[in-house]
């Protein structure tokens, strides 16, 4: 149990166009998402919450018009970069917690390159 | 406020024996968790180990264990009878105020 997928696995985008990413709980229902950024052999830092229904919560420095968050559903949040940029480039990780719960599932990470 | 600190960037085991890891945190909430999580090379990041820190017990996930010292904010990971899929970047992790810090990771080789 407590599955999280996200797609694309692996992205490639000229830069100025802008990408979608999608993270879905297949098995539970996430009353929050969040969104983390890997750096290579760096930690994950969180760039915003998500919660169903109402508008994401950004971490200071992260730019809102960038990255665009929609949770449209329990099960899926969605994460748009727009004009990506190659300073954009990264590795990008949702996770998920169940309702109820303070356990947080992560999806299998997007690699994003932007050139 | 919440910062997690694990000294360690590297460990190495010998196969089938004990490691243990650590991490030290510091947090202004009166109510958090505690977690420790594995990251192999696929950057798939899995679930060890989880503690909430109002229960003194400390947890136990098969070989997997804690030491909780909650007045020294201590929280290091035992990794008993070590395995060749255990090698990974672990991440210790404090949950409070709805948010989840991460430490800046080990990096345990086992050898074979």
């Known amino acids: 149990g407590a599955v999280v997928s996200q797609h694309p696995s692996r992205v490639i985008c000229k830069s100025g166009t802008s990408v979608k990413i999608e993270c879905r709980s297949l098995?539970?229902?996430?009353?929050?998402m969040f969104w983390y950024r890997q750096f290579p052999k760096q930690s994950l830092m969180l760039m915003a919450t998500?919660?169903?229904?109402?508008?994401?919560?950004?971490e200071q420095g992260v730019e809102k018009d960038k990255f665009l968050i929609n949770h449209a559903s329990l099960t899926l949040s969605t994460l748009t970069v727009t004009s990506a940029h190659p300073e954009d480039s990264s590795f990008y990780i949702c996770s998920a917690r169940p309702r109820g719960t303070d356990t947080q599932y992560f999806g299998p990470g997007t690699r994003l390159t932007v050139l | 406020a919440q910062t997690v600190t694990q000294s360690q960037p590297e460990m190495s085991v010998q196969e089938a024996e004990t490691v243990t890891l650590s991490c030290t945190y510091d947090?202004?909430?009166?109510?958090?968790?505690l977690f420790w999580y594995k990251q192999p090379p696929s950057r798939q990041m899995i679930l060890v180990i989880r503690?909430?820190?109002?229960?003194?017990q400390n947890a136990t996930e098969n070989r997997f264990s804690v030491n909780f010292q909650k007045a020294a904010k201590s929280f290091s990971l035992k990794i008993s009878d070590s395995q060749l899929g255990d090698a990974a970047m672990y991440f210790c992790a404090t949950f409070g105020n709805e948010k989840l810090t991460f430490g800046t990771g080990t990096r345990l080789t086992i050898i074979p």
């Open positions: 503690q909430e820190a109002y229960k003194q």
């Open positions: 998500s919660n169903e229904g109402s508008k994401a919560t950004y």
């Open positions: 947090t202004s909430e009166s109510d958090y968790y």
């Open positions: 098995d539970f229902q996430a009353t929050t």
